[in-house]
């Protein structure tokens, strides 16, 4: 008789069917609560706080697009075991085909929730070839996107204030902001609400983004290789968070056509096959956060520590050491014009052409400090005479009446080296007047006077100076010619703000130091 109660009430306290009362899974000060709709028709929403927020689409759990027609439908079983939600439904196309959904959702390691989905096929109807799965959160109708500040690493930061209207979420009147996860270092997104400081993030977990080659373009590919998903928001009634599986890119996408296209999709989608599975997990969760900061802080953290990337021990030292060989013998003196190749063909490691770029992928002014550097430290004459021959060779060529430098060169052997002409971008232009500066700095201290070395660098910390936006700004680019810009993004406004600095040190200058300290404001 005991076990006999006991079996009873494990039954029903411990793998209960839902009955017409709501089942909540409670994390942290979130709930996540299964709502009967009617028999055999059940949703979910979540509460956070005051506010309920409801699924993707048409307040139904279970969202797929199949050739072009959407689909949605409500879960038809829910059983709870401990603290998970295990819920099933069935869906049915017109064509014939069959698909069943089991969505789990369980209490995650960080005050939120983990919904893992497995989407099977168990019949496959003529007339339906293609489709995506979806799920997603809304937000709070009333709200605009500007209300929010975003957070999508490598593409979106806080209101993409900055970014040239060709580049993914920089027009805030498109619907659609779909990114492809495998353009992402971390596949995640997140909103916060600049008000309330509501903040909500979405992971991937275990993402594994595999795709083939000769995957390109706009027009819709169906593959069962396509392996990655797209994250983003919606932006209709409100604010939507979502992800699609397989992903297709848009409103805007870089792949295909023009970047300059003002709307445009890379479609992507598994094949309608029976037997064909799909499986993902979603982390989610609400949270408030005192500032923008916090919030971006909170979340790539958090998804850091789910993905707990590897770390290898090396020995920096030995690094550096092979990269000064490596330096060493590649180094050439080209009629007058000293200097590394810009790339090297593999395996055979002969070089492909002796162009020379400042700084960013080049390297040049920076490379010819390190070989300086190492001379002394080793007491290598000719690695000392490399590296002044190299920085010689930029203070005598690359400046401009005005200040702003030019950065890249093409060496010959049988005449003297042209400059391209090519903008000067902040940021090759900060990476390599800094590589100038530190060589500077570094004969000054071995007793060696070398003025115009200093002087070429002053120059650039004047023009700064002067051509400083009334925001603090740079913009990207500029024709060295004029001094004009060139391109209206400012996001590598920073790239400069360490040569400043740096230059303030040298000087005492109190107008590198304001100028620097102007760029960081924005």
């Known amino acids: 008789m005991c076990f006999y109660i006991f079996f009873i009430l494990g039954f029903l306290f411990g793998n209960q069917i839902l009955s017409a009362q709501a ?3 409670k994390s942290g000060e979130t709930s996540l609560v299964i709502e009967k709709k009617e028999a055999q028709a059940y949703t979910f929403y979540i509460t956070y706080g005051e506010k309920m927020y409801r699924p993707l689409h048409l307040d139904m759990p279970v969202y797929f697009e199949i050739d072009s027609l959407e689909k949605s439908v409500n879960y038809q079983k829910i059983t709870q075991i401990k603290n998970s939600l295990i819920c099933m439904a069935k869906m049915q196309t017109k064509m014939g085909s069959e698909f069943e959904i089991k969505d789990v959702f369980s209490k995650n390691i960080a005050a939120g929730f983990l919904l893992e989905r497995t989407v099977k ?8 070839h293609w489709f995506n799965s979806y799920f997603g959160i809304n937000g709070m109708k009333k709200k605009e996107i500007t209300d929010y500040d975003f957070f999508v690493p490598g593409l979106w930061y806080k209101d993409n204030k900055y970014l040239p209207t060709y580049a993914l979420a920089s027009d805030y009147t498109l619907s659609y902001y779909y990114f492809r996860e495998d353009r992402l270092p971390l596949p995640l997104v997140m909103w916060r609400d600049k008000e309330s400081r509501t903040t909500f993030s979405l992971i991937h977990e275990e993402a594994d983004p595999k795709t083939f080659w000769g995957e390109f373009g ?6 069962k290789r396509l392996q990655f998903g797209a994250m983003g928001f919606i932006q209709k009634k409100g604010i939507t968070t979502g992800f699609m599986f397989p992903g297709s890119e848009g409103d805007k996408t870089y792949i295909g056509k023009n970047k300059q296209d003002k709307s445009s999709w890379a479609l992507r989608s598994h094949p309608v096959k029976a037997g064909f599975e799909q499986h993902y997990k979603l982390n989610f969760q609400f949270s408030k956060t005192v500032d923008y900061a916090e ?3 909170k979340v790539w953290r958090l998804a850091y520590k789910i993905y707990n990337p590897e770390l290898y021990t090396v020995d920096i030292q030995e690094v550096y050491n092979e990269e000064i060989k490596l330096f060493d013998a590649y180094w050439a003196n080209l009629n007058g014009a000293p200097g590394l190749p810009f790339s090297v063909y593999l395996p055979n490691g002969k070089p492909r052409a002796y162009n020379y770029q400042m700084g960013f992928i080049g390297f040049q002014l920076p490379i010819a400090y390190y070989l300086l550097r190492n001379g002394f430290e080793q007491q290598d ?3 000392i005479a490399k590296g002044i021959l190299s920085v010689d060779f930029w203070v005598n060529h690359a400046s ?16 003297k080296a042209i400059w391209r002409d090519y903008p000067t971008y902040m940021r090759v232009a900060g990476d390599g007047m800094e590589g100038a500066l530190n060589a500077w700095n570094f004969t000054q201290k071995q007793g060696i006077d070398k003025p115009e070395w200093l002087k070429f660098c002053t120059k650039f910390g004047d023009w700064l100076v002067k051509n400083q936006n009334d925001d603090g700004s740079y913009y990207l680019r500029y024709d060295w010619h004029t001094g004009k810009p060139t391109h209206e993004s400012k996001y590598t406004t920073t790239n400069v703000i360490r040569f400043l600095i740096r230059l303030y040190n040298a000087t005492q200058d109190l107008r590198y130091l304001d100028t620097a300290l102007k760029a960081g404001g924005i």
């Open 218 to 223: 706009h027009d819709r590919i169906v593959d």
């Open 23 to 25: 089942f909540i899974l």
């Open 121 to 128: 096929i168990i019949k496959a109807g003529d007339g339906d």
């Open 381 to 383: 004459q000719k690695q």
């Open 400 to 415: 401009t009446a005005s200040g702003l430098p030019r950065t890249w060169a093409d060496a010959h052997v049988d005449r």
């Open 295 to 297: 919030a971006v802080q």
